[in-house]
């Protein structure tokens, strides 16, 4: 499995950024992807996922209504709106998958990761 993340780069403070995960070596059609990330000094934080088999799409709280994650099946690819950033939403974001979303709530159980993108909310 192969997962390269783009897209993260400097917004300012209620902008927003939208990043990708190109999967090869699984079909998306079967496997749950999501996002994971990690701020300076901080444990990994599950904050999206979407699993298109089992019609389940998960976001953590401090996400909910901000972010909407969404999946090209045809083209194995995940995509993560991120609006009305915030400050803290500063981190690398690592693309994930799964056989299930509920890994995702405990992030070091995650079998396979992409390299990560970095996301600086800062004015």
């Known amino acids: 499995v192969q997962l390269q993340a783009s897209g993260g780069g400097l917004v300012q403070p209620g902008g927003s950024l939208r990043v990708s995960c190109a999967a090869s070596g699984i079909n998306l059609k079967y496997s749950a992807i999501g996002w994971v990330r990690q701020a300076p000094g901080k444990e990994l934080e599950g904050v999206s996922c979407?699993?298109?088999?089992?019609?389940?799409?998960w976001y953590a709280d401090s996400v909910k209504g901000r972010f909407t994650i969404s999946g090209d099946n045809e083209r194995n690819i995940a995509y993560l709106q991120m609006n009305s950033l915030k400050p803290e939403d500063t981190a690398v974001y690592y693309c994930?998958?799964?056989?299930?979303?509920?890994?995702?709530?405990?992030?070091?159980?995650?079998?396979?990761w992409g390299q990560g993108t970095q996301v600086t909310v800062s004015s």
């Open positions: 979407v699993n298109s088999f089992g019609g389940v799409t």
């Open positions: 994930a998958v799964d056989p299930s979303c509920s890994s995702f709530f405990y992030p070091d159980t995650i079998g396979d």
